[in-house]
């Protein structure tokens, strides 16, 4: 996979650079993955114990795709080469895994776990190989990603099989076509013998993760990204399919009980209440459990109606979003994905708010780049794993790990410098203010890393000689550098060199008659609006725009988990839109603390010489 671009090398504000969470999120994914397993990730990280150990898991082939497709993302971001063979290495492995159609998660007697994925619902397992309908979605993904990247068409026979055979293995109806779990190990394994049942599910809390509509969405997705890159009618009417049974009544509506018995098949899944009176939530896309697994479902509807302009799935996708956000701490980007019950953010949620709210807005339904930088300043890059003393501590201070918890298996788990090897990955499941016992699952890093990476590419957008700014983070691009001074002082700084035009969105926190310009030191009237963007035309290369405005502390108190026993009032203090402390505390030694942000309220900038990477091609359908 060719990595082309170059590096500036100045001094610029020591300030969020999300390049150099890229560079982060490198190191923890391919320190995660075994090349003496075929290049499966340890899916599982454990660190509240003496020895923190990874482990191999039923999941490792289902979610290996999601870091195939983080390894370009984070490399177009930062330019590094940090475990370029391993990702080579894993890309062959990742296509030698596609036979008859499918992505498949295949039988080694050395791999006994590879068919178990929870004892308590995996049922009656065979020693055969499984193909999970959603990893060969995330697999059309991931070679979409690799295609867009590098042109290489070569690789699209695999696409072309993928789409076969994922039609070929859907149950059709006379509207919709669905996957039924109709297997073992993971949810909706598909046995190479043949689906044992085909039943239909009846709610959305059925199958082993007591989630329907998620099993059938990341194939949506992958569909819909080959119908835009190829033209592909067949997996647009697929996409179509799918998209219609997920959008069935029955899935949606109702709201969480915190005082009900848990549904699915493990109790897994958290218990609901009717709509309120007056309320269809079923028209409305409101939903009681696992968020993450909605927002899975979200996504890939969103690309359908994106792709043929269904504009009443934009407004129930749009309508979803916006009550997301009332089970949440929008501010901070913090999103309770079990709401009644667990009351914890999972990891994969923060990347999958950044999509929904990025899209929302291509979409034409609304301006949601706040929101955006909310998750991205704050939640999303506190739940990055990245401070190895807090992980040693954590260690420190759990006790030794009892002999049975030990895996039987040769090769399953490893205890060799873990916490070093995986700094940089996303933990699983947070409070605002911290992440107890902090454990890894391999999903949340891959989804998360790439919630980076789409708030990246949507930093800057070019089109001919212009350029649209959307959020104030740092970013080298070959048109613009942003500097950003935020949140220590409201100063940003656009050094143009391509554009005869650039419009920069103010964020709304800013009070805009207190903004002052000036472009390469002349004071510039801050006069031409076009919505929340200030417009700059006339521009020549080399000019530099200076956008400078108050920035003042505030607080502001949020309650999370309302109405539930694990309801928590915290005290937030903001410097702009950057949360740089909040209370109470979690001051457990086996937790890994948030927002340690003392430095961050200093008002003088710090500076500091560095490399930044300017790659020559970015991946803009992801």
Known sequence: MPYQGSFDKRTVPDTLDLADRAELALNGIGGCIDPQLHHMMFFHVFYTCREPYMRHHGADTTCDPKFAESFPMMRVMCGSSLYRDVESAQMDDLLSRIDDGLYWNRYEPSRPWYNSYNPDFD??????????????????????????????TGRDRYIRELVDGLFRIAVHRNAYSYYPDGG?????????????????????????????????????????????ASGDQKALDLAGRLTRFCMLPKFWGGLPDPEGNREGLAGQAIPHRPDP?????????????????????????????????????????????????????????W???????????????LGDMVALAIR???????????????????HLVEQQLIDASLLERVAAHSSERPPEDHSRYPGQETTDNVIQRSLGVFAGLSTPVSIP??????????????????????????????????????????????????????KVVIRNKTNRRISIRIPSWVDRKEIRTHVSGRPRPSEDWVGNFLVFDDLKPGNEICIDFPIRETVASYTANCRTPMEQTYACRFRGGTLVDISPRDDSPTSYPLYQRDLLRNDKTPMKKKRRFVPEKTILHW
């Open 335 to 349: 999103f309770n994905c079990f709401p009644g019950r667990l009351n914890v953010c999972e990891g994969c949620a």
């Open 277 to 333: 009176v007056g309320v269809a939530g079923h028209e409305q896309g409101h939903w009681f459990s696992h968020f993450h697994a909605r927002a899975i479902t979200l996504r890939g509807v969103l690309e359908y109606a994106m792709a043929v302009g269904d504009q009443r799935i934009l407004e129930f996708v749009r309508r979803a979003y916006e009550y997301t956000l009332t089970f949440a701490i929008p501010r901070i980007g």
């Open 123 to 152: 049922g009656v397992r065979k020693n055969e190989d499984l193909a999970m309908p959603g990893a060969a979605g995330r697999m059309v993904r991931t070679l979409a990603t690799w295609r867009e990247l590098d042109g290489n």
């Open 360 to 378: 929302l807005t291509d979409a034409g339904l609304g301006d949601f780049w706040d929101d955006v930088d909310a998750v991205v300043r704050n």
């Open 437 to 490: 016992g902090p454990w890894i699952m391999q999903c949340c890093t891959g989804n998360a890393s790439q919630g980076l990476y789409y708030a990246w590419e949507g930093i800057v957008r070019r089109s001919g000689d212009s350029a649209q700014v959307n959020l104030l983070l740092n970013r080298a691009d070959p048109s613009l550098d942003i500097d950003s001074y935020l949140p220590h002082e409201g």
């Open 184 to 228: 073992f190990g993971e949810p909706f394994n598909y046995p190479r013998s043949g689906w044992i049942r085909t039943d239909e599910p009846k709610s959305e809390t059925e199958g082993g993760e007591g989630a329907v509509t998620a099993f059938q969405a990341h194939q949506i997705q992958g569909l819909c990204r080959w119908y835009a």
